[in-house]
């Protein structure tokens, strides 16, 4: 059973690169499809991109803030950095893994989440 | 986008009610449609996966249906562990969004 666990600063300035890694364990960065998804009461669940073991990311074009999405596959993590942020950034963020559907890797669902990161942006 | 229209946005039941959860997509979406349910303070867990493929290990009482643009999501015993906020999600064209969640409680 693969588990994800998000870790990072909880507590940003204005302007400064929020940063969180994700970090999966009992099982291989190596395969699928991994993404960042946001929760705030303003927004709700808000996906912020993916990116697939090859490298190859994608980015929801409605976010304001500069995305990057990375991944290290020795260390088994994938990493989010959002550069400027304002307090409109402030939310809970999550990693997941996407689905397969028969043992087809794709950007489908969402079929395991990490337990989630508050990031507060405040002066 | 595609937006995700849930209703209703809250909702009490008594336990053994059948609950039904409806989801609209401003376009056809086909069938890409999943569901999820968040307890407080966690993470959402996957329950139904194109539209009414039951998760492995998700209670049968859970089910799904609908096409093109119109979802439901069905509880068909409303038990005490069931409250949480429900989610809709699509993954027909990107960006993937949600649903603004239905919130159940019991009565």
């Known amino acids: 059973q693969v588990q994800l666990q998000e870790s990072g600063p909880g507590l940003l300035k204005p302007s400064e690169t929020l940063s969180l890694t994700c970090t999966v364990s009992?099982?291989?960065?190596?395969?699928?499809?991994w993404s960042w998804i946001r929760q705030s009461p303003e927004k709700g669940l808000e996906w912020i991109g993916y990116i697939y073991y090859s490298g190859y990311t994608s980015y929801n074009p409605s976010l304001k803030t500069p995305v990057t999405i990375s991944l290290d596959t020795s260390k088994n993590q994938f990493s989010l950095q959002l550069s400027s942020v304002t307090a409109a950034d402030t939310a809970v963020y999550y990693c997941?893994?996407?689905?397969?559907?028969?043992?087809?890797?794709?950007?489908?669902?969402?079929?395991?989440w990490g337990q989630g990161t508050l990031v507060t942006v405040s002066s | 986008d595609i937006q995700m229209t849930q209703s209703p946005s809250s909702l009490s039941a008594s336990v053994g009610d059948r609950v039904t959860i409806s989801c609209q997509a401003s376009?056809?979406?086909?069938?890409?449609l999943n569901w999820y349910q968040q307890k407080p303070g966690k993470a959402p867990n996957l329950l139904i996966y194109d539209a009414s493929n039951l998760e492995t290990g998700v209670p049968s009482r859970f089910s799904g249906s609908g096409s093109g643009t119109d979802f439901t999501f069905t509880i068909s015993s409303l038990q005490p562990e069931d409250i949480a906020t429900y989610y809709c999600q699509q993954y027909d064209n990107l960006p993937l969004t949600f649903g603004g969640g239905t919130k159940v409680e019991i009565k």
């Open positions: 009992g099982g291989s960065i190596s395969s699928d499809y």
């Open positions: 997941a893994r996407h689905g397969r559907r028969r043992r087809v890797a794709g950007i489908n669902w969402f079929d395991s």
């Open positions: 376009q056809d979406i086909i069938n890409y």
